[in-house]
């Protein structure tokens, strides 16, 4: 098993490599180093995950298309999904994962949190 880490102030990976053949990483809208989401919403907190998402997908030497599976959990789901989905299409384009998205009570001030699961090749 391979931990990827990013300069978080938090006790956990990004992501973990299982067995060489999947990447699972948790992300949230909070920047590495960082100790609160990102300013301007649900949308802006997806931006980070994705560009922090996209770190990990470089060191682990794969592209977008290799991710199979998301879970995204939002603390307003109603409100922000129109939103998330907005920035998840922009992300994903023509090549979009199996995704499923859960509004529930998340850390204070956090509206996004994102699992990823990609496979390596």
């Given amino acids: 098993m391979e931990f990827l ?3 978080s102030t938090f006790p956990f990976s990004a992501a973990v490599i299982h067995s060489g053949r999947t990447m699972e990483a948790v992300l949230t809208g909070i ?3 960082g100790n609160a989401p990102v300013a ?3 949308g802006a907190e997806m931006l980070e995950i994705f560009r922090q998402y996209d770190d990990l997908l470089q060191q682990a030497g794969i592209d977008r298309t290799a991710v199979v599976s998301v879970r995204l959990y939002l603390q307003e789901v109603v409100r922000d999904i129109t939103e998330v989905n907005q920035v998840y299409r922009e992300y994903f384009g023509s090549h979009p994962p199996n995704r499923r998205a859960y509004g529930v ?5 956090m509206l996004v949190e994102a699992a990823i699961v990609a496979e390596l090749p």
Avoid: E, K
């Fill in 5 to 7: 880490r990013t300069s």
């Fill in 31 to 33: 920047p590495p180093g």
């Fill in 40 to 42: 301007g919403g649900a």
């Fill in 105 to 109: 009570d998340l850390q204070t001030g």
